[in-house]
């Protein structure tokens, strides 16, 4: 046995003795090992000023209010081949090309983005502007990632 980190042949118990790396971290390793680099696309959209605007109504008006745009914002991922990776309170983070093999993964989230600020502007939660950030750079795919989606 070899500590992922440092090297060390043959380290005993839970942390190596040369370096303290925890020796689990050897399912990491090979994890990492077998990652692959791709290029990907990131969406995320959130809600601006939702927290303003459902300050004065309860906790199931507030998910009445914002739930529309939230699954206008999914669904508008999903059309463009996109994923919804997590959905956090007003918004969503999406990946394009990463879990698939969409070539074209730069051009379906700005698709992605424009159905979304179409819905916005549709009414899906009325009054609640909407913010859209994409990214596309080099991202290290793992094969349990795959799942996740």
Known sequence: MHCPRCGLSSPTGKFCSECGTPLEAKSVGQAAAQATRKIATVLFADIKGSTKAISAIDAEGAMLRIRPMINAMAAAV????????????????????ALDSLEDHPLAACRAALAIRQAAKGGASPGLPV?????????????GEAGNS
């Open 78 to 97: 999903r059309e463009q081949g996109g994923t919804v990776i997590e959905v956090r309170g007003d918004g969503i983070l999406s990946g394009f090309g």
């Open 131 to 143: 913010r859209i950030g994409i990214h596309t750079g080099e991202v290290i795919v793992t094969p």
